[in-house]
């Protein structure tokens, strides 16, 4: 199948396996399990942190980040269509007793500053106490530009503000702007990455910043059920995954752009927008149901009724012939109508 549904539906690799089956463990409840630690030791000194903290789940890594940043009565600024918000089950509030504060997103994924501004509560005993904001990057694909990024954290910290990142496709950002994972990760006091979207691993976040916060975030993890004992098996694919899989983002990038353009050719077809591993498309409303059907009998996963747009990711088992064939499906789809 070629399944274009998401990044998160790789399969882990020959070598992946292997490092798996060799993966030296412990048990990570007492911190001694070697190839956690070292996963955790790689990733604190490649985003410039001084710790790093392996989680199950990206979910559960920003849920920590959160509860290690606030308390209860506390609030999150964060956007309307981050994963943090939107796609969590609300997890911050639901468990952590930490209210969100949604701001719209700007149509680049960014949080207009003077909505942040006015959203930031007066110390005040009728309000939630502002404490934190929450950015995602990539967010919808888009790489957040370096310079918003300097104002929003400035603004942040000029008003006491601790700032999380949703980071859990930075490395494409990494590559796709050419820039160091840790220049990306520097402005930001934790950060959550992810090897499950994209790098390869079966499952797996990692949640840096500094020691005091990490320490915290440990104790949060314990209580949401994310101690787990020779999980080194796990670790030992995320660190193959960043070790080998970081730098083919590129390839993944280029399908997607390469998938935009044969789209955008086709009449029936809208290209809302396309960013790194990402191409947002719509088909008319009234095929989008048969589209979908004849991709599928086709061999091909992509859910074309989605609205407003489709999304359509391209990841290391999708490869350039994958698209050529996905385009060429589609193309005949509506030359037969």
């Not at 490649?46 to 920003?62: D, I, V, Y």
């Not at 949060?220 to 070790?243: D, H, T």
């Not at 730098?247 to 353009?261: G, I, P, T």
Request: negative net charge; aromatic residues 6%; hydrophobic residues 40%.
């Amino acid at each position: 199948m070629i399944d274009l549904r998401s990044d998160t539906v790789t399969r882990p690799s020959p070598g992946m396996r292997n490092a798996m089956l060799e993966a030296e463990v412990g048990d990570d409840v007492w911190g001694d399990d070697p190839t956690v630690n070292h996963l955790q030791e790689t990733l604190a000194t490649q985003t410039g942190k001084e710790a790093g903290l392996f989680f199950p789940s990206g979910t559960q890594s920003n849920l920590a980040a959160i509860m290690s940043h606030c308390e209860r009565g506390d609030e999150y600024i964060v956007g309307q269509n981050a994963h943090t918000y939107k796609f969590e089950g609300g997890g911050a509030a639901v468990l952590g007793s930490v209210q969100p504060q949604p701001i719209e997103n700007a149509p680049d994924g960014t949080l207009p500053l003077e909505k942040v501004t006015a959203a930031i509560k007066p110390r005040d005993d009728h309000f939630a106490r502002t404490r934190l904001l929450a950015l995602e990057n990539t967010i919808g694909g888009k790489v957040l530009s370096p310079a918003y990024v300097t104002e929003a954290t400035d603004l942040a910290r000029s008003h006491g503000l601790n700032i999380h990142l949703d980071g859990a496709r930075i490395l494409n950002a990494a590559i796709a702007s050419k820039t160091a994972l840790a220049e990306l990760c520097g402005p930001f006091d934790t950060v959550s990455i992810c090897f499950s979207k994209g790098l390869g691993a079966p499952v797996g976040s990692i949640l840096v910043g500094s020691l005091e916060t990490i320490d915290r975030a440990r104790r949060w993890r314990k209580v949401l059920g994310g101690g787990m004992r020779q999980v080194g098996i796990l670790a030992a694919a995320c660190l193959y995954a960043f070790e080998n899989n970081v730098e083919r983002f590129a390839e993944d990038h280029a399908n997607a752009e390469a998938l935009a353009r044969g789209l955008a050719q086709i009449p029936e077809m809208e290209v809302i927008s396309r960013a790194t591993n990402m191409v947002f498309v719509r088909a008319p409303e009234t095929r989008a149901q048969d589209l979908s059907r004849d991709l599928a009998d086709h061999g091909i996963l992509a859910d074309m009724r989605k609205t407003p747009s489709a999304r359509l990711v391209t990841h290391l088992d999708v490869s350039a012939a994958d698209i050529e064939k996905f385009i060429g499906t589609v193309r005949s789809f509506f030359s037969k109508s």
